[in-house]
């Protein structure tokens, strides 16, 4: 009994802080041949024409890899296996930006912008001259480091 109610309480206090979090966003650094899937914001202004790894909220009952794969089939038409995460959470306006890294799935389309300026495949030594939305910047290092141990 005493150990049913703990592990609940667990669970009240991992709702507590998701919520006092706010909503989850997902992105996805999507790797192919040590390329790195970037994505460039079309809204809102102050962040158009800067570059993202593509990806959006999470729903309500929904993984947050199954949102990377709806995000990636939404904007970029495409299918993504997600392989694993990457760096620590992220603040940002809307709450906590989460990212998960992927791989295509094999046969996949090519991804194409549907909800975004323009996407592209972008190598390590880009990656720091690329004008990155901030909250995407602060991962750089860790992106660099996945193109590079691949
Ligand atoms: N966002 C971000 N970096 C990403 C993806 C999203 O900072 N790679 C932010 C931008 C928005 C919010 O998350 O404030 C929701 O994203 P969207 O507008 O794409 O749904």
């Known amino acids: 009994m005493l150990r049913i109610l703990a592990a609940r309480s667990e669970v009240l206090v991992e709702r507590a802080a998701a919520l006092a979090a706010g909503p989850v966003v997902v992105a996805t650094a999507a790797v ?4 790195l899937l970037i994505a460039q914001r079309t809204r809102p202004p102050a962040l158009a024409g800067r570059w993202e790894l593509p990806g ?3 729903e309500p009952g929904e993984s947050e890899p199954d949102a990377v794969v709806r995000e990636c089939r939404e904007e970029l038409a495409t299918q ?6 990457l760096g620590t959470d992220l603040p940002i306006d809307a709450g906590v930006l989460r990212v998960h890294t992927a791989e295509l799935a094999s046969g996949a389309p090519e991804p194409q912008a549907l909800e975004h300026a323009a996407v592209r495949w972008a190598g390590p030594d880009e990656l720091a001259e690329v004008d990155w939305v901030d909250a995407d910047r602060a991962v750089v290092a860790d992106l660099v480091a996945l193109l590079r141990s691949g």
């Open 56 to 58: 959006g909220r999470v």
């Open 32 to 35: 192919r041949a040590g390329l």
């Open 80 to 85: 993504v296996r997600v392989t694993g995460r």
